[in-house]
Structure formats: C-alpha cells, structure tokens
C-alpha cells in the first residue's frame, strides 16, 4: 500500500509538472507601485540599503558643521539682488571648514551661484528664488559640458567645480531663467556647427560676448565634484536641462520636484560620465527626456572617455516627457551597470528609451529594469540608433551597411522585468544598426495593453518569455534581425491570426 501510494504521488508530480503554466506571474506584478506611491510627495526621512545587481556604496545624509548664515541678516530686505550676499556667505562658510547658508521665506532674485566644498545651500519652505535672465549674471564663462562636449560657457545657475561634500536642500522653490534675453539668445543650430572641436575645451570660449547665440544656463549642474547632495527642491523654467552631475562621483538626488513641461531640451535629470548615483522619490514632469543617462558625445566624449556607471533609480515618478527613462543619445563614455526599479511613467511618450548614433560612439551595457508601471502615450520599450539626418547626416540611413570603428556605438546584455503596460502604441520597437545590431535582451514577466506588437531590425537574441500582450495587432515586423524568440507568451489579440515569421522561435505560446 506504501509502495503504490508512493508511486501515485511520484506520477502525480510528475504530471502537474508537465502543465506549462503560459503568461506572467500575476502575484509579481501585483505589488508594482501606482503612482500615489511613488514621488516627491512620499519621500522618506531616511535614505533605505541600496540593492543592486551590481556593487553599491553605502549611501548617507552629509553631514555639516553648525555654523550658519542667513543671507536675511546679509541683505537686510528680499528686494536686492541677493547674488553677492549668498555667494559671500559660500565663500565665507567655506573657508571657515562649512556650514549651511539659509535662504529664508520670501521672494529672492539672484544670477549665478557657485556652490564651494562643504556647504549645504538650504531654500526653506516658502522660499522663491528667481534666476535672472541676463547674460551678464552668468559671466565669466566656466568649464561647462554642453549637450556632452567640453565648453567654456554660462555653466549653471547653480554651478561648482572641483568641490566635495556639498548639498542643495530644503522645500523651497528655484525659478529658472526660461525667458528675456536667455531664452531670445539661445542657440537653436546643431552643437557641432557651433564648437570648433580642434581646440581645447578651454579655447572653446562661448559666454555670450562674441556671439549673438549662447548656450543657456543648465540649472544645478557640479562638474568634477565628490559627494553631491540634493534633496527637497522644486525646480521650474528651466532655460536647459534641469539637474546634471558631471564627473561626479557619490551623488544622491532625492525628492526633488522638477516641471519643465513645454520648454525645448527640458531634461530633468542626467547623469553625465558619473558614478555611483542614486536617484529615489522624485517626481519629473519635462519638456524632453526625464531620467536620462548620458557619457559623452562623440570625438570629444571618446577623448574624455568617462562612463556613467553604476547608477541606481527607484520610487521615481516620470510624468509627461519624451522619455520616461532613457540612455543617450551621447554614448561615448559608455553606459553601464543601471538599475531602475519600482518606477511609475504616467503620461509619458515612450516609457523605456535608448537613443544612440552613428557617429556617437561608445554605448550601452548591463542594463537592468524591474518593477515598473506604465501608462505612456507612444511605445513602451524603444531603441532608436540611427537618428535623423538634421543631426547625422547620411549617417541615419540603415544602408549602406558601414565599416565597424570607434564611433560605432553598441547597446547589449539589457534585462527588461516585471513590467506593466497600461496603455501604450508599439509595445517594442528596436531600430538597430546593421553592423552594431541590439545583442542580448531579455524582456521577462509582462502585463502590456497596447495597439501594436513588435518591430525588431537589426538585434540579435532578443528573448521575450512570460508575457501577457494584449493588442488588436498582429504584425511583428523583423529586418535584420536574428535568434528573435517567445516563450510562454499569451498573445490576446482579439481573435485576429498573428502573422508569424519563419525565423521567430515561438515555444508553448497561447494565441487568442
């Protein structure tokens, strides 16, 4: 009796275990964030342990000694222009071995201000600081990266070079210079038309007394600084892409509020050639990409030749953009070791974004994304490395197929998981380059509602498992494309026939 219950239990497993369970884990998917839990508006006190699928550092508050200025007691009144006050009060805690400046309660107008090593720049609640919109509040010129390629320009309208242990706190509000002579002089012609890369990036002098173009302020931007601090800030009007760390290393941005909605090249957040960064509870809401990473552009970012590594985003909000997380499309550095987990994209155009060129150099690697939700206007998952002729010339067209040098950019080894779609166009489009084609992705555990399948040219192993797509489409559009494959994917396209491609692997699929 022992003997056959035994035997009864063995067959027993052994034919549960040949049902194919198809589709994605459901009770995975169901703890994914909505957007009330994600954001600036949930922001915690204490900064919880980073876990990456690669090596972190231990991220903490800075810390700064007592001393305090409060540029009130400096100006007596809010009417001035506050830019010496609060930059006497830098220079002066700076010297003195730190402490934190105040900018109190009120309305206050300032141009540019340079953060120096261990200051806490501190904007109390209902605190108002207008950025001015005159070129002449950002001169001298300072070492600047413009678009990824060195300069010597108008820098940011919060700025610092070469410094460490420095912060830029508080619930207050910063305004940004989007308007007057700023806006009216900013360049609108490709950066490499403007910038003579034969010089030295300290030649290459644009602060707005030569030309009758400039390059608009960034607005906070370190460059080549160690332990960066940003915390509690709202940030509008931006004249250029919002908060950019440059050569940095250890940096924390962490409940910010950033709405640059409607104003051309309004990124928020991007991480230029800079390591070990954490990004959680912000809330982005831009006039382009949202959370971007960047390495360098071209010639001169291959000459730097800095990555953007080992970077972490979590808890975040992306709300209108272009993209609600995007690599490049300045690339040269390399990108490498990004994960973004439990993340929210509400009313973004494309969800998860990679834009590389020809002629860009450099690329992508050990991706990761997890746990994220999205409710987006175009596609969900895009690859674009050709880019348009406006910028690259014939370099855009797929063929003829080029010879394989230092300007051809790469992106592979991308782990893509535990996604929900809630409304999209294409759930993945992949526009490769013929000789450099997308290599190893693996997009794992879906829920997607969308309008359309799939466009892959130019990728090779791209693995597409546990999935639930909902479309009324039925297309998947391969050019170039090899060892493309669906495993326990649930095709819902509404009764409608997919129309499958002889070089597509489709293993213990459903189709209805």
């Given at each position: ?69 409060n540029i009130l007691d400096e100006l007596g009144s809010s009417s001035e222009m506050a830019t010496a006050a609060i930059q006497n009060a830098i220079d002066q805690l700076s010297t003195a071995g730190g402490g934190t400046v105040i900018i109190p309660k009120g309305d206050w107008k300032t141009g540019r201000i340079i953060l120096k090593s261990n200051v806490n720049l501190h904007v109390e609640e209902g605190a108002v600081v207008h950025f001015s919109t005159n070129v002449k509040d950002y001169q001298p010129a300072v070492f600047n990266r413009v678009e990824s390629i060195e300069v010597m320009s108008l820098g940011a309208c919060i700025y610092a070079n070469n410094q460490e242990n420095i912060a830029i706190t508080g619930k207050g509000k910063l305004i940004g210079p989007f308007g007057g002579e700023i806006k009216e002089r900013a360049y609108t012609q490709p950066i490499e038309t403007l910038v003579d890369l034969s010089k030295t990036a300290e030649e290459r ?308």
């Amino acid at each position: 009796m022992r003997l056959f219950l035994s035997l009864f239990s063995i067959l027993f497993v052994l034919s549960c275990q040949e049902k194919t369970k198809i589709g994605p884990d459901f009770s995975q998917l169901e703890t994914i964030p909505t957007k009330e839990q994600v954001g600036h508006l949930v922001l915690p006190d204490t900064i919880a342990k980073v876990s990456a699928p690669f090596n972190m550092p231990v991220f903490e508050k800075p810390k700064f000694p007592k001393r305090q200025i409060n540029i009130l007691d400096e100006l007596g009144s809010s009417s001035e222009m506050a830019t010496a006050a609060i930059q006497n009060a830098i220079d002066q805690l700076s010297t003195a071995g730190g402490g934190t400046v105040i900018i109190p309660k009120g309305d206050w107008k300032t141009g540019r201000i340079i953060l120096k090593s261990n200051v806490n720049l501190h904007v109390e609640e209902g605190a108002v600081v207008h950025f001015s919109t005159n070129v002449k509040d950002y001169q001298p010129a300072v070492f600047n990266r413009v678009e990824s390629i060195e300069v010597m320009s108008l820098g940011a309208c919060i700025y610092a070079n070469n410094q460490e242990n420095i912060a830029i706190t508080g619930k207050g509000k910063l305004i940004g210079p989007f308007g007057g002579e700023i806006k009216e002089r900013a360049y609108t012609q490709p950066i490499e038309t403007l910038v003579d890369l034969s010089k030295t990036a300290e030649e290459r002098i644009h602060n707005g007394s030569q030309e009758d173009w400039i390059f608009p302020p960034k607005f906070i931007s370190p460059i080549n600084c160690k332990n960066v601090y940003i915390e509690g800030v709202s940030l509008e009007n931006t004249a250029f892409w919002n908060i950019v760390p440059t050569y940095c290393d250890h940096v924390i941005i962490r409940g910010v509020y950033v709405n640059s909605y409607g104003i051309p090249r309004g990124d928020g957040i991007d991480v230029e050639s800079s390591k070990n960064v954490l990004i959680e509870y912000c809330t982005l809401n831009t006039g382009d990409d949202c959370f971007t990473m960047k390495s360098g552009r071209g010639e001169d970012g291959l000459k730097v030749n800095k990555s953007t590594e080992n970077v972490v985003v979590r808890y975040c909000l992306a709300q209108k953009g272009h993209g609600g997380i995007t690599c490049g499309s300045e690339t040269a550095g390399t990108i490498r070791n990004l994960y973004v987990h439990d993340c929210v994209f509400e009313g973004t155009v494309v969800g998860i974004r990679f834009k590389t060129r020809r002629p860009r150099g450099g690329g992508g690697e050990h991706l990761y994304y997890d746990r994220i939700r999205m409710n987006l206007e175009a596609t969900c998952i895009k690859w674009d490395m050709l880019g348009t002729p406006a910028y690259v010339g014939e370099l855009a067209e797929r063929l003829p197929v080029r010879e394989v040098n230092a300007l051809t950019p790469f992106y592979r080894d991308i782990s893509i998981s535990n996604i929900i779609v809630e409304n999209g166009t294409h759930f993945l489009k992949v526009y490769g380059i013929p000789e450099s084609p997308l290599t190893n992705l693996t997009i794992d555990n879906v829920n997607a509602t969308c309008y359309n399948l799939v466009i892959i040219h130019d990728a090779e192993n791209v693995n597409i498992k546990n999935a639930n797509i909902k479309t009324p489409d039925s297309i998947i559009e391969l050019l170039g494309a090899k060892n493309i494959s669906f495993n326990k994917v649930v095709f819902d396209l509404n009764k409608a026939a997919l129309q499958k491609p002889d070089d597509v692997l489709f293993e213990d699929c459903s189709f209805k």
